[in-house]
């Protein structure tokens, strides 16, 4: 019997067309709802286009009515899957927002285009039946939020867009994709061994992300306090380390209670807190900084923002992040 696929649209390069003179722009009939004659071989769908946006205009207010929106929907129809298509640009960190504020045993995937629809080798549908026919394999359910693209199957807690124009941009740094996805079949040879899940209610709370380099003063690191942010990450050097000045500001910054979190911004490795030097990531974390445990610094914004946003029952933040 087939499946029923939940299937919300955002925008985004999958939804876009060029024009004449070679600009890329959203356009007013989504251009993937010609696929739905492909979709159909695999699933019955339910498709609603819950925004049509540029995912560079995408926030955590968007991400938290799509949240919303698969809840409504699962309580409204009996779904087996969701799949999301979404820009790329910030399709990593709505994915990595879902992962964390649903615990559905369904697939929900997401995917985009990195070429637009009318483009030579435009690669939105393929994409797109890709995502269905994951979203309706067994083997996907429990897996988290999936991202498909390119043949391949990623999780979001690993996923990151690591070239501006490659249609293989979508990469896991260090761990690899979960699987991939052949004519024939789904393959998927990996299990999460954790899900975190926290209810999210409403965002009230800013966490702003800082990129930490050689020479970097304390103005910068201090400008968050001035500008009434309610928590920092800074993607700190190599192991979890910082300048000086950024050791001294990110202190004050503790000093009025805002939370601080480190990651890397290698892109492979772990930041973990090695140096006992001033501003190296053991005396940091001695003052307080919380390491985020192989993250990058735009899902540890995400994940501190989510946690900091718990208005009933408050996060202890060192063990969410552990
Ligand atoms: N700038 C586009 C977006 O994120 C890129 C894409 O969709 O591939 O909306």
Redesign the pocket.
């Known amino acids: 019997m087939k499946k029923n696929i939940l299937l919300l649209h955002t925008?985004?390069?999958?939804s876009m067309k060029m024009t004449v003179d070679g600009a890329v722009l959203p356009n007013e009939r989504n251009p993937i709802i010609d696929a739905k004659e492909s979709l159909a071989t695999y699933a019955n769908t339910i498709e609603i286009e819950a925004f049509n946006l540029?995912?560079?205009h995408i926030t955590p207010t968007e991400m938290l009515t799509l949240r919303n929106l698969i809840v409504t929907q699962t309580q409204l129809y009996k779904i087996d899957g969701v799949v999301i298509t979404h820009?790329?640009?910030?399709l990593e960190e709505t994915a990595y927002f879902l992962d964390l504020t649903t615990n559905f045993d369904f697939p929900i995937v997401l995917t985009?285009?990195?070429r637009s629809s009318n483009e030579l080798g435009a690669d939105g549908i393929y994409n797109l039946v890709e995502a269905v026919r994951v979203a309706c394999d067994e083997k996907a359910r429990g897996k988290g939020v999936l991202v498909v693209m390119n043949d391949e199957i990623h999780q979001a807690f690993n996923i990151t867009k690591t070239s501006t124009s490659s249609v293989n941009t979508f990469q896991s740094p260090q761990y690899g994709p979960i699987g991939l996805v052949t004519k024939k079949a789904i393959h998927i040879q990996q299990q999460p061994v954790r899900r975190q899940y926290v209810p999210l209610e409403a965002i009230t709370k800013r966490v702003a992300l800082l990129k930490v380099y050689a020479g970097m003063e304390a103005d910068m690191i201090e400008s968050i306090l001035a500008a009434g942010y309610d928590g920092l990450v800074l993607e700190g050097l190599g192991q979890g380390n910082v300048p000086p000045a950024v050791a001294k500001a990110i202190k004050k910054l503790l000093a009025h209670h805002m939370p601080v979190v480190l990651v890397s911004r290698c892109f492979n490795g772990i930041a973990e807190g090695v140096y006992g030097y001033e501003g190296g990531g053991k005396e940091l974390e001695d003052a307080g900084v919380i390491f985020a445990n192989g993250i990058n610094g735009q899902k540890a914004r995400l994940k501190l923002l989510i946690g900091m946003n718990q208005l009933h029952t408050p996060i202890d933040l060192k063990l969410f992040f552990v």
């Open positions: 925008g985004g390069t999958i540029p995912s560079p820009g790329t640009d910030t985009g285009a990195m």
